[in-house]
Protein backbone atom coordinates (compact mmCIF):
# COMPACT_ATOMS: atom_id res chain seq x y z
CA UNK A 1 0.00 0.00 0.00
CA UNK A 2 1.34 3.77 -0.89
CA UNK A 3 -0.44 6.66 0.34
CA UNK A 4 -0.99 8.87 -2.96
CA UNK A 5 -3.44 11.14 -1.25
CA UNK A 6 -4.53 12.63 1.59
CA UNK A 7 -6.12 15.59 3.59
CA UNK A 8 -8.83 16.01 6.48
CA UNK A 9 -11.62 13.93 4.48
CA UNK A 10 -10.06 11.70 2.15
CA UNK A 11 -6.85 9.14 1.40
CA UNK A 12 -6.65 7.43 -1.51
CA UNK A 13 -3.91 4.87 -1.98
CA UNK A 14 -2.72 2.72 -4.73
CA UNK A 15 -3.41 -0.74 -3.46
CA UNK A 16 -1.32 -4.10 -4.30
CA UNK A 17 -2.83 -7.29 -6.12
CA UNK A 18 -2.81 -9.26 -3.47
CA UNK A 19 -4.47 -7.46 -0.95
CA UNK A 20 -8.32 -7.25 -0.23
CA UNK A 21 -10.51 -3.61 -0.13
CA UNK A 22 -12.74 -4.80 2.88
CA UNK A 23 -12.59 -8.32 4.96
CA UNK A 24 -14.10 -11.01 3.11
CA UNK A 25 -14.74 -14.95 4.13
CA UNK A 26 -10.44 -15.22 3.51
CA UNK A 27 -10.11 -13.40 7.13
CA UNK A 28 -7.25 -12.08 5.48
CA UNK A 29 -6.34 -8.49 6.89
CA UNK A 30 -8.39 -5.63 4.35
CA UNK A 31 -6.51 -3.05 3.23
CA UNK A 32 -9.10 -0.69 5.60
CA UNK A 33 -7.73 -2.23 8.50
CA UNK A 34 -4.50 -1.54 7.53
CA UNK A 35 -5.23 2.22 6.61
CA UNK A 36 -6.36 2.52 10.13
CA UNK A 37 -3.42 1.37 11.20
CA UNK A 38 -1.73 3.58 9.58
CA UNK A 39 -3.42 6.41 10.87
CA UNK A 40 -3.74 5.89 14.07
CA UNK A 41 0.10 5.73 14.38
CA UNK A 42 0.61 8.99 12.20
CA UNK A 43 -1.45 10.92 14.48
CA UNK A 44 -0.97 9.24 17.55
CA UNK A 45 -5.08 8.61 17.92
CA UNK A 46 -6.32 6.88 21.11
CA UNK A 47 -9.32 5.73 20.03
CA UNK A 48 -10.70 3.90 17.09
CA UNK A 49 -10.33 5.66 13.37
CA UNK A 50 -13.24 6.33 11.57
CA UNK A 51 -12.55 4.99 7.75
CA UNK A 52 -15.28 4.32 5.19
CA UNK A 53 -15.42 2.05 2.14
CA UNK A 54 -16.38 4.22 -0.34
CA UNK A 55 -16.00 1.18 -3.73
CA UNK A 56 -13.66 -1.86 -3.91
CA UNK A 57 -11.29 -2.94 -6.51
CA UNK A 58 -11.33 -6.73 -7.43
CA UNK A 59 -8.63 -8.57 -4.80
CA UNK A 60 -6.72 -9.40 -7.98
CA UNK A 61 -6.72 -5.66 -9.23
CA UNK A 62 -3.82 -3.26 -8.22
CA UNK A 63 -4.85 0.45 -8.02
CA UNK A 64 -6.08 3.92 -6.61
CA UNK A 65 -9.20 3.32 -3.97
CA UNK A 66 -10.26 6.04 -2.11
CA UNK A 67 -11.34 5.89 1.44
CA UNK A 68 -13.39 8.38 3.80
CA UNK A 69 -12.01 9.35 6.66
CA UNK A 70 -15.45 11.38 7.88
CA UNK A 71 -18.94 10.29 7.75
CA UNK A 72 -19.62 13.68 5.91
CA UNK A 73 -17.63 12.18 3.09
CA UNK A 74 -18.48 9.01 3.29
CA UNK A 75 -22.21 9.81 2.28
CA UNK A 76 -20.93 12.78 -0.21
CA UNK A 77 -19.02 9.97 -2.08
CA UNK A 78 -21.32 7.53 -1.90
CA UNK A 79 -23.90 9.44 -3.91
CA UNK A 80 -21.30 10.50 -6.45
CA UNK A 81 -20.38 7.10 -6.98
CA UNK A 82 -23.79 6.43 -7.41
CA UNK A 83 -24.29 9.32 -9.73
CA UNK A 84 -21.22 8.98 -12.12
CA UNK A 85 -19.63 11.56 -11.01
CA UNK A 86 -16.55 10.16 -10.01
CA UNK A 87 -14.30 9.43 -13.21
CA UNK A 88 -12.05 5.98 -13.20
CA UNK A 89 -9.53 4.92 -15.94
CA UNK A 90 -8.13 1.75 -15.83
CA UNK A 91 -4.81 -0.05 -17.46
CA UNK A 92 -5.03 -3.26 -18.60
CA UNK A 93 -2.79 -5.56 -20.52
CA UNK A 94 -3.93 -8.02 -23.13
CA UNK A 95 -2.21 -10.82 -25.29
CA UNK A 96 -4.47 -10.81 -27.98
CA UNK A 97 -5.31 -7.43 -29.88
CA UNK A 98 -8.85 -6.62 -30.02
CA UNK A 99 -10.47 -5.89 -32.97
CA UNK A 100 -10.02 -2.21 -33.77
CA UNK A 101 -7.22 0.08 -32.24
CA UNK A 102 -10.40 1.41 -30.12
CA UNK A 103 -13.78 1.26 -29.45
CA UNK A 104 -16.94 1.29 -27.51
CA UNK A 105 -17.92 -1.88 -25.86
CA UNK A 106 -21.54 -2.63 -25.39
CA UNK A 107 -22.80 -5.49 -23.40
CA UNK A 108 -25.71 -6.97 -20.96
CA UNK A 109 -24.10 -9.01 -17.63
CA UNK A 110 -25.06 -11.28 -16.03
CA UNK A 111 -23.83 -12.35 -12.47
CA UNK A 112 -23.26 -16.08 -11.27
CA UNK A 113 -23.14 -15.71 -7.16
CA UNK A 114 -22.18 -19.14 -6.98
CA UNK A 115 -18.70 -18.88 -9.48
CA UNK A 116 -18.65 -15.28 -8.78
CA UNK A 117 -18.43 -14.85 -12.46
CA UNK A 118 -20.16 -12.83 -14.88
CA UNK A 119 -21.37 -13.58 -18.81
CA UNK A 120 -21.65 -10.84 -21.57
CA UNK A 121 -24.78 -11.21 -24.09
CA UNK A 122 -24.83 -9.39 -27.54
CA UNK A 123 -28.37 -9.08 -26.46
CA UNK A 124 -30.79 -8.04 -23.35
CA UNK A 125 -31.99 -11.34 -21.29
CA UNK A 126 -33.54 -11.34 -18.22
CA UNK A 127 -31.66 -10.16 -15.47
CA UNK A 128 -28.66 -8.81 -17.10
CA UNK A 129 -27.44 -5.31 -17.14
CA UNK A 130 -25.88 -3.03 -19.43
CA UNK A 131 -22.75 -3.01 -19.49
CA UNK A 132 -20.47 -0.21 -21.57
CA UNK A 133 -16.75 1.34 -21.75
CA UNK A 134 -14.65 3.14 -24.18
CA UNK A 135 -10.99 1.69 -24.89
CA UNK A 136 -8.14 2.55 -27.00
CA UNK A 137 -4.71 0.66 -27.39
CA UNK A 138 -2.14 3.42 -25.90
CA UNK A 139 0.83 0.99 -26.43
CA UNK A 140 2.55 -2.48 -28.07
CA UNK A 141 5.00 -4.96 -27.73
CA UNK A 142 6.22 -7.89 -29.38
CA UNK A 143 3.49 -10.17 -27.41
CA UNK A 144 1.08 -7.54 -25.80
CA UNK A 145 -0.74 -4.54 -25.74
CA UNK A 146 -1.55 -2.03 -23.42
CA UNK A 147 -5.36 -0.65 -23.18
CA UNK A 148 -6.66 2.84 -21.21
CA UNK A 149 -10.27 1.95 -20.49
CA UNK A 150 -13.00 4.30 -19.50
CA UNK A 151 -16.01 2.90 -17.81
CA UNK A 152 -19.46 4.22 -18.35
CA UNK A 153 -21.34 1.40 -16.07
CA UNK A 154 -19.95 -0.30 -12.93
CA UNK A 155 -20.66 -3.96 -13.25
CA UNK A 156 -19.25 -6.89 -11.29
CA UNK A 157 -15.82 -8.04 -13.12
CA UNK A 158 -17.07 -5.50 -16.01
CA UNK A 159 -14.09 -5.29 -17.48
CA UNK A 160 -12.48 -8.39 -17.14
CA UNK A 161 -15.80 -9.72 -18.85
CA UNK A 162 -16.02 -7.58 -21.71
CA UNK A 163 -12.59 -7.63 -22.65
CA UNK A 164 -13.04 -11.72 -22.65
CA UNK A 165 -16.09 -11.41 -24.40
CA UNK A 166 -13.89 -9.95 -27.82
CA UNK A 167 -11.06 -12.08 -27.49
CA UNK A 168 -8.99 -10.10 -25.31
CA UNK A 169 -8.45 -11.48 -21.93
CA UNK A 170 -6.71 -9.55 -19.47
CA UNK A 171 -2.89 -10.96 -19.10
CA UNK A 172 -2.93 -13.50 -15.62
CA UNK A 173 -7.18 -13.50 -15.74
CA UNK A 174 -7.88 -17.43 -15.63
CA UNK A 175 -11.21 -17.41 -14.28
CA UNK A 176 -12.02 -15.56 -18.10
CA UNK A 177 -9.91 -17.44 -20.48
CA UNK A 178 -6.50 -16.77 -19.97
CA UNK A 179 -3.62 -18.71 -20.69
CA UNK A 180 -1.68 -19.02 -17.85
CA UNK A 181 -1.62 -17.11 -14.45
CA UNK A 182 0.84 -14.05 -12.86
CA UNK A 183 3.71 -14.93 -11.29
CA UNK A 184 1.92 -13.01 -8.15
CA UNK A 185 -1.15 -14.06 -8.76
CA UNK A 186 -2.83 -11.01 -9.66
CA UNK A 187 -3.95 -10.00 -13.27
CA UNK A 188 -2.84 -7.27 -15.07
CA UNK A 189 -5.71 -4.69 -14.30
CA UNK A 190 -4.65 -1.58 -12.88
CA UNK A 191 -6.62 1.02 -11.95
CA UNK A 192 -4.70 4.37 -13.00
CA UNK A 193 -6.67 7.36 -12.36
CA UNK A 194 -9.21 8.71 -10.59
CA UNK A 195 -10.86 12.14 -10.67
CA UNK A 196 -13.89 13.98 -8.98
CA UNK A 197 -14.43 17.05 -7.21
CA UNK A 198 -13.62 17.30 -3.73
CA UNK A 199 -16.87 16.57 -1.47
CA UNK A 200 -16.35 18.94 1.00
CA UNK A 201 -13.90 21.69 -0.15
CA UNK A 202 -15.32 21.55 -3.85
CA UNK A 203 -11.66 21.48 -5.36
CA UNK A 204 -10.68 19.05 -8.44
CA UNK A 205 -9.05 16.02 -7.59
CA UNK A 206 -7.25 14.05 -9.98
CA UNK A 207 -4.62 10.98 -8.78
CA UNK A 208 -2.33 8.65 -10.62
CA UNK A 209 -1.51 5.40 -9.72
CA UNK A 210 1.83 4.12 -10.63
CA UNK A 211 2.19 0.57 -11.74
CA UNK A 212 3.25 -1.98 -10.19
CA UNK A 213 7.10 -1.81 -9.74
CA UNK A 214 7.73 -5.26 -8.93
CA UNK A 215 6.56 -6.00 -12.19
CA UNK A 216 8.63 -5.76 -15.41
CA UNK A 217 6.15 -5.97 -18.01
CA UNK A 218 4.36 -3.33 -16.50
CA UNK A 219 7.20 -1.02 -16.49
CA UNK A 220 7.87 -1.54 -19.84
CA UNK A 221 3.90 -1.38 -21.00
CA UNK A 222 4.08 2.08 -19.33
CA UNK A 223 7.30 3.37 -20.57
CA UNK A 224 5.69 2.42 -24.15
CA UNK A 225 2.84 4.51 -23.25
CA UNK A 226 4.91 7.34 -22.27
CA UNK A 227 6.68 7.34 -25.11
CA UNK A 228 3.98 6.99 -27.13
CA UNK A 229 2.26 9.95 -25.60
CA UNK A 230 5.50 12.15 -26.31
CA UNK A 231 4.76 11.51 -30.40
CA UNK A 232 1.23 12.51 -30.14
Known amino acids: MTVL ?11 NTSEIVQGDKTGDTPLSETIKEWLKKKYDKPGNVYLGVTHRLDRPVSGAVVFAKTSKALSRLNDMFRNGEVHKTYWAIVKN ?16 EKSNKSTAYDAPRLGAKEAELFYRVI ?12 LKTGRHHQIRCQLAKIGSPIKGDLKYGAGRSNPDGGISLHARNISFIHPVSKQE ?25 ENL
Request: glycine share 2%; proline share 6%; net charge negative.
Open 97 to 112: MPPCESGRLHHYLTRD
Open 5 to 15: YEDNHLIIVNK
Open 139 to 150: AKSDRYCLLEII
Open 205 to 229: ISVTAPVPENDNLWQAMAAAAEREN
